[in-house]
């Protein structure tokens, strides 16, 4: 099943909540870590307009101004309220965002070759942390365990890009694949090679923290391992190199800044 069938099933109240998760994401990247984990799901992805968001709370923070792991929670929060109103009630709903902060400054998607070659001549050779807010909404019913809580927590990693030459850069960038991802690059995609270190949740850096989930869904008193698959059902294992057929049809490479 392709993501948009199933935001419509979900809307339609055409899904049980077997699986209980709802991701908030369209993220191939996200849906692949879950996958991996063996962790049943479904996704609703939801489109928000986040330059106004963010543009909203900085204005409203004044002199006082978010911080960016204050900001992607914001939006985590943002994707999993909505995506609980249009859900249908029942799930345990999770949304997530990412950014990279480099010198303070949080970089989102560079959306154009010009600016995404700029951006990796100004982070080459240098250490940046990838921020990715988890946001969840536990909408069960009471009688089935519901608490109706809301809260999230933000998982961060520390990276370093590698000192690529202009060559490599150019060559990433006409990949098209730094474009609509956050920072510029990926770590399971071509950019890859392009990542020295890492300090901190790797999970973090694909957009969701499964140590971060699992304290979280413990905290509405949910084990992590009451939403493994049932191995019997499965022929074989999922993994992050090949997403299941029920995997979104966008072909953006999986990222943790994909919506």
Known sequence: MTAPDEAALIEDGG?????LLLLASASAGRRATLRAARIEHSALPVDLDEDAILAAAREAAGDEPLS???EVLLLAREKALTATARSGCGYVVLGCDSMLELDGEAIGKPLTAERAAARWRAMRGRTGVLHSGHWIVDDRDEEDGGTGATFGATASCSLT???LSDEEIDAYVATGEPLGVAGGFTIDGRGGPFIEHLEGDPHAVVGLSLPLLRR???EIGLGI?????DDATEDEPPSAASPSADAPTDTTP???AAP
């Open 15 to 19: 899904l049980d909540h077997d699986p």
């Open 68 to 70: 960016p792991a204050e």
């Open 161 to 163: 890009f590698a000192d």
């Open 216 to 218: 979280m869904l413990g």
């Open 225 to 229: 391992h009451e939403l493994w698959e």
């Open 254 to 256: 999986s990222d943790p």
